[in-house]
């Protein structure tokens, strides 16, 4: 009996195995971007309702600390699977991180969450939808 099998297909256009590392990148980016959406939907109601300074620094100091580790896992992703725009992506990342620490020192608790509004606003619409989609998309061609 002859056998007339073929070699499987290759699972990836990438046969180094990071077809598997943007998978588990682009699920764990995703996540990390429905918690920061939900830290802006935070901060926008704190602002509507004029919550105490307390409150308000609690918030400015989650949102600076979880989007600067977002951005260093992200960048750390983009290294991880050779993705060719990361030095622009990085850009964007070091210049809303300024943005991000300087909201900190700020005196006025609401003028900051004012802002951190206005930051996030710009940064979903420019960062998020654009910037980020075409690394995800680029994590999704690697794992498929």
Same mark, same amino acid.
């Given at each position: 009996?002859?056998?007339?099998?073929?070699?499987?297909?290759?699972?990836? @256009? !990438?046969?180094?195995?990071?077809?598997?590392?943007?998978?588990?990148?682009?699920?764990?980016? @995703?996540?990390?971007?429905?918690?920061?959406?939900?830290?802006?939907?935070?901060?926008?109601? +704190? !602002?509507?309702?004029?919550?105490?300074?307390? =409150?308000?620094?609690?918030?400015?100091? %989650? !949102?600076?600390?979880?989007?600067?580790?977002?951005?260093? @896992? =992200?960048?750390?992703?983009?290294?991880?699977?050779?993705?060719?725009?990361?030095?622009?992506?990085?850009?964007?990342?070091?210049?809303? +991180?300024?943005? #991000?620490?300087?909201?900190? %020192? #700020?005196?006025?608790?609401?003028?900051?969450?004012?802002? +951190? #509004?206005? #930051?996030?606003?710009?940064?979903? %619409? +420019?960062?998020?939808?654009?910037?980020?989609?075409?690394?995800?998309?680029?994590?999704?061609?690697?794992?498929?």
């Amino acid at each position: 009996m002859t056998s007339n099998s073929n070699p499987p297909p290759e699972s990836s @256009e !990438f046969p180094d195995g990071s077809d598997e590392l943007a998978a588990l990148g682009l699920a764990i980016a @995703e996540n990390e971007h429905s918690r920061i959406i939900g830290l802006m939907q935070q901060a926008t109601q +704190a !602002f509507m309702r004029q919550a105490s300074a307390s =409150e308000v620094n609690a918030i400015l100091l %989650d !949102f600076s600390g979880y989007t600067l580790t977002h951005f260093r @896992e =992200e960048e750390k992703l983009m290294d991880s699977v050779a993705y060719p725009g990361s030095e622009t992506h990085k850009q964007e990342h070091e210049q809303l +991180a300024g943005q #991000v620490r300087g909201l900190l %020192d #700020v005196r006025s608790k609401q003028e900051a969450l004012q802002s +951190a #509004v206005s #930051v996030l606003d710009v940064w979903l %619409d +420019a960062h998020l939808r654009i910037t980020d989609k075409e690394f995800f998309d680029y994590l999704r061609r690697k794992k498929q």
